[in-house]
C-alpha cells in the first residue's frame, strides 16, 4: 500500500488509538505493523475474526488476559543455554497461568460451537502443568527464592539462621562486658559481617578485625575475635545458598528450555488474541461495524463517520460509488465539509483492509483496491503559488503512470492553483482519463464547469456538502446527486457587503450561468424537503417498529407468565394429590389393619370402633377437599370427544382433549406443554347458565381404583422411561387397593428394562421386598413384588 496515501489519510493515528488497547507489548506490536491487504479473502478472513472478537466483548468485556507477559526473549536466552532470573520465571509462569485461563474460561461447548476461531486458537495452546508447579514452589519473587525449592536448599537456610542467632547471642551477651568502650550498646552489620561501634580511643581494649569507621572517626566497627569464626560459618553457608540457587535456577531454566517450542507458541497465540481482543474493544468504542466487501469497485457507506474526529461533534454522511458511476465529482464553496467526505472514504477503506470494524451502519459496502491515491492538500489555503500547483501536479502524474480498474484514487481541488479556465479543462481530462482507465474516483473541485461536465457525462456523479446561508457553516451533510452551489452572493451579503456592490456584480455573470445556479439552488431546496420527508418518513418506521418490538416483548412475558402460571397450578396440583395420597395411604394400612384384625377373630365391637374411626377420617378429609371448589359456570362434563376445550379440577387449569375415554374412565388432556391422562368426572365446561361447584374425593379415588386393580402389569415392549411411568402409577393404585403381591412382567430380552424396574423398586415406598419369578411364574422373565 502507498504509505504516502497512509500518511495524508493518517492511518497511523488510527494504529496508535488500536495499540493502546492492546495489554501485552508483543499485542502492540501486532497492532503497529498492521497494513491493508488487496487481498479479499485475507480481508474476509480478518473481518470475520474482528467480528468473533467483537461479539466476545460485546458479552464477556474481553477473554482473560491480563497478566500475560511477552516471554519470546527469556524462552531463547533459554535455549541457548543462559541461566534465567527469578523474574524470568514469574513471566514464564504468568503466561502458563493466562493460558490454564483461557482454557477453563473457553471450556463451555456453547463459547466452543458460537466462537471457532477464537476457539481453535485457545484448543491449540499448550498448557505445561509440571513447569507451572515447579516454578510456583521455587520462586516467591522477583529477586526471592523460596525455601520450599530444594531440601538442600531449606537445610542451608536453616544454618544460616542458627548461626546468625547464636552470632547475636554472643555478641549480646559482650555488649554489657564492653559497654563502657562503646558508643552504643548495639549489634549492626559491616561488609556482610556482625560488628559493635567501639569509641576509637579504646580500640586496643577489643580483640578483633575493623571493617570500618564513622565518617568523623571517633567510631570504629570492630568484629571481635570470639565470633569471627562464627561469621566465617555464616560465609561459607551463604555461598553454599548461592551455589545451590544457582543450581535451582539452572535446571529450571533447563526446564524451561525444554518446552521451549511449546512456550513460543503460546506466547504467538496469547499475543495475537490479545491482537483481535484489541481490535474488538477499537471497534466498539467507535461504535462500529463489520462491512461486506467485494472487489468490483463498490463504496457503499451508511452514516459513515471520520473516527477521528469527536464523536459527539462528527456528521454522519452516506456516500455511494460504484454502482451506477464510477467517478464522483464533490462541487461548492471551500468550507471543509468536501475534504472530511474525502478522507472519511479513503480512511474507512484502509480499516477495512486491514481487517477493522469501520464507524458506520450495519449492511454497508467497501471495496478492495490494489492501490489508493490521495492528494490532498490544505483546501482552506487562500494563496495558490505556482510551486504549489507544480507539487500538486507531480503527485497527479505519479498517479496517473500507476492507475488502472483497481484503484480509488482521492484528489482534493482538482485543477486548482492556476488559471482557473485552464484549470478546469485539465481537471476535466484527467478525470476522464482516470474514468476509461476503470478507476474509482472522488474529487473536489469549485469550478462551474466541472459541475456541467459531470451532469452530462456517463458514469459521473455530483455531490455537495450542504451550506447553511443563515449560520454562514457548512453543516457537512453529503447531498449525492446535486452539484453544489458557491454561495459567494449569499455569503457577501450576510457578512455587511453593499447590495449595489452584489447587484453589480451578479450583472458579469452570464445569464446561462446564472441560470444554472438558480436551478442549482432550486434543486437543492426540492432535494432537502424531500430528504427531510425521508427522514419524517424514517422517524415513523423506527416509531412503528419500536411499538412492534414492544408488543413482542409484552406478548413473550405475557407467554412466559402463562406458563410459569400452569406450571405453579401444576405445583399445586401435586402437593394436593401428594396430600391425598398420603391420606389414602393411612387409610387403606389403618383397612389393612382391620382386615388383619378381622382375620385374627377379634371381636365385632373393635372392628366397629376401628371403621367408626376411619369413616370419622375420611369424613375430615372431605370437608378440607371441599374447599377445592370448581369456578362459577362450570358443569361436569358426561362425555367429551377429542378437540374439546375442558377445565382439569385436578390441576385447576384448562386444556384440550386428545383421546377418547379409555377402559379406565380416563382422557389424555394437554395443558399447556403438559400432557395428563385424566379421569372423567375431573372434567368440567363452562355453563353460564348453572353455577355448580365440584370437590376432589379420596375415597373416590381408591373406590374406582379397587374395581380396576389386576394383580400383574405387563411393561414388555416399553422404553424404560415408560415403564417406569407406568409402574409408578400401577403400585400406587395396588397400595390402595389393599394388594399385597403383585407380579411386574417385563420380560428377558436384553435385561436393560428388568435392571431398570428393579432399581426402581429398591427406593420405591409402597415396596416392601421384590424377588425374580421361580419356573412355574416366568422365570427371569417376571419380579415378584411383596407390597407393604
Known amino acids: 500500500m502507498n504509505q504516502k496515501t497512509l500518511r495524508i489519510l493518517e492511518y497511523n493515528k488510527i494504529i496508535d488509538m488500536l495499540s493502546e488497547r492492546a495489554v501485552s507489548t508483543k499485542g502492540k506490536d501486532m497492532c503497529k505493523n498492521l497494513l491493508p491487504t488487496s487481498d479479499i479473502k485475507g480481508v474476509v478472513s480478518r473481518l470475520t475474526e474482528t467480528k468473533e472478537a467483537y461479539d466476545v466483548v460485546l458479552k464477556w468485556g474481553s477473554l482473560p488476559l491480563d497478566g500475560v507477559k511477552d516471554i519470546e526473549d527469556i524462552v531463547k536466552r533459554a535455549k541457548m543455554g543462559f541461566i534465567l532470573s527469578p523474574k524470568d520465571f514469574l513471566y514464564v509462569k504468568d503466561s502458563l497461568k493466562v493460558v490454564k485461563r483461557l482454557k477453563s474460561f473457553f471450556s463451555d461447548g456453547s463459547k466452543r460451537e458460537n466462537y471457532p476461531i477464537i476457539n481453535q486458537i485457545i484448543e491449540s495452546l499448550f498448557y505445561i502443568k509440571n513447569l507451572e508447579e515447579d516454578i510456583e514452589k521455587a520462586i516467591l519473587g522477583e529477586d526471592e527464592i523460596s525455601d520450599r525449592a530444594s531440601e538442600k536448599l531449606f537445610s542451608i537456610r536453616r544454618s544460616i539462621k542458627d548461626k546468625n542467632l547464636k552470632v547475636k547471642e554472643k555478641l549480646q551477651s559482650m555488649l554489657y562486658s564492653l559497654s563502657k568502650y562503646l558508643q552504643e550498646p548495639i549489634i549492626t552489620v559491616r561488609n556482610g559481617r556482625y560488628v559493635i561501634p567501639v569509641k576509637s580511643e579504646f580500640k586496643g581494649y577489643v580483640q578483633g578485625l575493623i571493617h570500618d569507621q564513622s565518617a568523623s572517626g571517633s567510631t570504629l566497627f570492630i568484629e571481635p575475635m570470639p565470633i569471627v569464626e562464627l561469621n566465617n560459618e555464616i560465609k561459607e553457608l551463604e555461598l553454599k545458598e548461592k551455589a545451590e540457587i544457582e543450581r535451582i535456577l539452572k535446571e529450571l531454566s533447563v526446564k524451561v528450555s525444554n518446552y521451549a517450542d511449546e ?110 491515491f490521495a492528494d490532498i492538500g490544505d483546501e482552506q489555503s487562500i494563496e495558490q503559488s505556482l510551486s504549489t500547483f507544480s507539487s500538486h501536479m507531480k503527485n497527479i502524474i505519479d498517479i496517473v503512470n500507476q492507475a488502472d480498474e483497481k484503484t480509488l484514487v482521492l484528489v482534493d481541488e482538482l485543477g486548482a492553483g492556476t488559471d482557473p479556465t485552464e484549470g478546469a479543462a485539465l481537471a476535466m481530462s484527467l478525470l476522464e482519463y482516470f474514468y476509461q482507465k476503470g478507476c474509482r474516483v472522488v474529487a473536489t473541485t469549485h469550478y462551474s464547469e466541472i459541475k ?105 412475558k405475557f407467554e412466559n407468565q402463562r406458563e410459569k402460571e400452569i406450571r405453579k397450578a401444576q405445583e399445586e396440583a401435586r402437593k394436593i394429590i401428594l396430600k391425598a395420597k398420603e391420606e389414602a395411604d393411612s387409610i387403606i394400612k389403618e383397612l389393612n389393619e382391620l382386615r388383619k384384625k378381622a382375620l385374627e377373630s377379634q371381636t365385632i365391637k373393635q372392628a366397629e370402633e376401628v371403621r367408626k374411626k376411619l369413616k370419622e377420617k375420611i369424613n375430615s378429609m372431605d370437608k378440607e377437599e371441599e374447599a377445592l371448589i370448581i369456578k362459577d359456570g362450570m358443569i361436569q362434563v358426561k362425555d367429551v370427544k377429542v378437540g374439546d376445550e375442558v377445565f382439569v379440577s385436578t390441576v385447576g387449569a384448562k386444556g384440550i382433549v386428545l383421546s377418547n375415554v379409555d377402559s379406565k374412565g380416563e382422557v389424555l388432556v394437554q395443558i399447556g406443554v403438559m400432557k395428563m391422562s385424566v379421569p372423567l368426572d375431573k372434567l368440567f365446561i363452562e355453563q353460564k347458565s348453572k353455577k355448580e361447584a365440584a370437590k376432589i374425593g379420596a375415597s373416590k379415588i381408591i373406590k374406582e381404583k379397587a374395581n380396576n386393580i389386576s394383580t400383574s402389569i405387563d411393561l414388555r415392549g416399553q422404553t424404560v422411561d415408560e415403564a417406569l411411568y407406568n409402574l409408578d402409577k400401577y403400585l400406587d393404585d395396588a397400595f390402595l387397593c389393599g394388594l399385597t403381591k403383585v407380579t411386574i412382567i417385563h420380560g428377558k430380552g436384553t435385561g436393560a428394562l428388568r435392571e431398570g424396574i428393579q432399581k426402581a423398586l429398591k427406593n420405591h415406598s409402597h415396596v416392601k421386598s421384590f424377588r425374580l419369578g421361580d419356573f412355574t411364574e416366568g422365570g427371569s422373565g417376571v419380579t415378584i413384588v411383596e407390597i407393604k
Do not use: W
Open 263 to 372: 512456550l513460543l507458541y503460546d506466547n504467538e497465540s496469547l499475543a495475537y488474541l490479545d491482537f483481535l481482543m484489541a481490535k474488538a474493544k477499537f471497534g466498539l468504542d467507535l461504535n462500529a461495524s463489520i462491512p461486506n466487501v467485494n472487489d468490483e469497485g463498490i463504496i457503499d457507506l451508511k452514516s459513515a463517520r471520520h473516527p477521528l474526529i469527536d464523536k459527539e461533534k462528527v456528521v454522519p454522511i452516506d456516500i455511494r460509488l460504484g454502482y451506477k458511476y464510477k467517478v464522483l465529482v464533490i462541487t461548492g464553496p471551500n468550507t471543509g465539509g468536501k475534504t472530511v467526505t474525502l478522507k472519511t472514504t479513503g480512511l474507512l477503506t484502509l480499516m477495512a483492509m486491514a481487517g477493522l470494524a469501520v464507524p458506520c451502519k450495519e449492511g454497508s459496502q467497501i471495496s478492495v483496491f490494489n492501490k489508493i
Open 452 to 556: 456541467v461536465f459531470a451532469m452530462e457525462k456517463e458514469g459521473f456523479e455530483n455531490a455537495s456538502v450542504e451550506f447553511d446561508i443563515e449560520t454562514l457553516r457548512p453543516t457537512y451533510r453529503l447531498l449525492i446527486g446535486i452539484p453544489g452551489k458557491s454561495n459567494a452572493f449569499e455569503i457577501s451579503k450576510r457578512l455587511g457587503l453593499d447590495d449595489a456592490i452584489i447587484k453589480r456584480a451578479k450583472e458579469f455573470i452570464s445569464k446561462d450561468v446564472a441560470k444554472f445556479e438558480d436551478v442549482i439552488q432550486k434543486l437543492q431546496n426540492k432535494t432537502l424537503l424531500i430528504e427531510r420527508e425521508l427522514d419524517e418518513i424514517q422517524k415513523i418506521k423506527r416509531e412503528t417498529q419500536d411499538i412492534k418490538e414492544e408488543y413482542l416483548e409484552k406478548k413473550y
